[in-house]
């Protein structure tokens, strides 16, 4: 997340090539670091949301979901990498679409799996 967050904010980290004052804004030309920041951004966040989760379940609950996590998420990168930068491209979106898209599905994934499994502990116990 925090390389992702240097990334949206090159101008003021000073890593920017092409950078631009225009009344009193400081900005940079280069978008292909913003757009960088932006997909780091937007797979770390659900990654790191579901990390909390993740740290007060069962490890029956965390290893069922890193299965899905070590698929998912290899995937997911590698669609948004070969998808278009603009509309139209090989899959037919564009990078910030299949990064949300890839985000926020894994984030409702990972939340089913872990609800799913957690009751499933929960009614095994409750059974014996």
């Known amino acids: 997340m925090i390389v ?14 092409d950078m631009y004052v225009s009344d009193g804004y400081v900005g940079c030309f280069n978008t292909a670091q913003d757009s960088i920041g932006g997909i780091i951004e937007l797979i770390s966040l659900p990654l790191f949301i579901m990390t909390l989760l993740l740290f007060f379940v069962h490890d029956e609950v965390f290893n069922l979901w890193f299965k899905f996590a070590r698929i998912w998420l290899p995937l997911g ?10 509309n139209g491209g090989m ?15 894994f984030l409702w994934v990972s939340v089913i799996l872990i609800v799913y499994k957690l009751i499933r502990i929960y009614y095994y116990k409750k059974s014996r």
């Open 77 to 86: 990168a590698a669609i948004v990498f070969f998808a278009s930068s603009t």
């Open 4 to 17: 992702g967050g240097i990334f949206l904010n090159v101008d003021k980290f000073g890593i920017c090539n």
């Open 91 to 105: 899959l037919g979106s564009d990078q910030d679409w299949a990064a949300w898209f890839f985000s926020v599905t």
